[in-house]
């Protein structure tokens, strides 16, 4: 781990990049003893956005991290997600050309700051400059990726996500392309199921909290439905109970 980028919220809705340097090559660095009680309480607190978060959480785990598996999000399978991967070029997702892409932000390139290209060679403090506009602009776009319909790529199935790699490294077949194509429908299927729901209840879904609360809805709504359909004043307490039990 060469260093630890953190972008937060001022309370001007201002966004700040924090980078703590572990290993630059000057002598301005924190041991990484020092700094994983603040990571660990990072993942402990709160949902932590990445940008290529499955390889972020594997070196994570590596140096003794534990992760929990529901609370994170990862921009670039958001941006997979929205169909940004042109013809499966990785460099379509890839923070720098999203960043530039859909934030108007240009980013540095190591090569800009060090002839090796290699960030450990920079000393800490040309880093945080790189370090910190890594985080900043990934919570810019996560940001962008949750507005309007595109909320809906927030319920990507992270566990899912961390399973997979596990298998990828260990070696054990994944069909990637037809993996992508399931999610592609699933996403589909899922902003027409929530237009459906929205049109069905004035938009009353919205203020539904929980997925037990949307479940509860739609119980009743049918319910209701059925109830019109399949009974009426002369129905008896005890047939009405048959019928909705079966």
């Known amino acids: 781990i060469i260093g630890v980028g953190v972008a937060l919220l001022t309370e001007d809705e201002q966004e700040v990049g924090l980078y703590i340097p572990l290993g630059h090559a000057d002598s301005n660095n924190f041991t990484w003893e020092q700094v994983k009680p603040f990571v660990q309480?990072?993942?402990?607190n709160f949902q932590v956005v990445y940008h290529n978060g499955l390889?972020?959480?594997?070196?994570?785990?590596?140096?003794?991290?534990?992760l929990p598996s529901t609370t994170w999000s990862d921009t670039m399978l958001m941006a997979i997600a929205v169909m940004l991967r042109v013809?499966?070029?990785s460099s379509a997702i890839g923070l720098?050309?999203?960043?530039?892409?859909?934030?108007?932000?240009?980013m540095l390139?190591?090569?800009?700051?060090d002839k090796d290209a290699e960030i450990y060679k920079l000393p800490a403090e040309s880093a945080l400059t790189y370090g910190s506009a890594d985080v900043i602009n990934t919570l810019k776009l996560y940001w962008l990726f949750r507005e309007g319909e595109e909320k809906l790529i927030m319920g990507i199935d992270t566990v899912a996500a961390d399973f997979s790699n596990t298998m990828n490294r260990f070696n054990y077949p994944i069909h990637t392309t037809n993996s992508q194509q399931l999610c592609r429908t699933l996403f589909r299927r899922a902003l027409i199921c929530?237009?459906?729901?929205?049109d069905i209840s004035n938009n009353q879904i919205e203020n539904l909290t929980s997925d037990e609360q949307i479940g509860q809805w739609?119980?009743?709504?049918?319910l209701r439905d059925f109830k019109t359909e399949m009974m009426d004043d002369t129905t008896t307490p005890a047939k009405e109970k048959e019928l909705i039990d079966a």
């Open 55 to 66: 390889y972020d959480r594997e070196v994570l785990q590596l140096h003794g991290i534990s």
């Open 194 to 198: 929530e237009r459906k729901l929205a």
């Open 41 to 44: 309480k990072l993942h402990d």
């Open 87 to 89: 013809n499966a070029k």
């Open 96 to 106: 720098k050309h999203l960043s530039d892409e859909y934030l108007d932000r240009q």
């Open 109 to 113: 390139e190591i090569k800009e700051l």
């Open 218 to 222: 739609i119980y009743n709504e049918i």
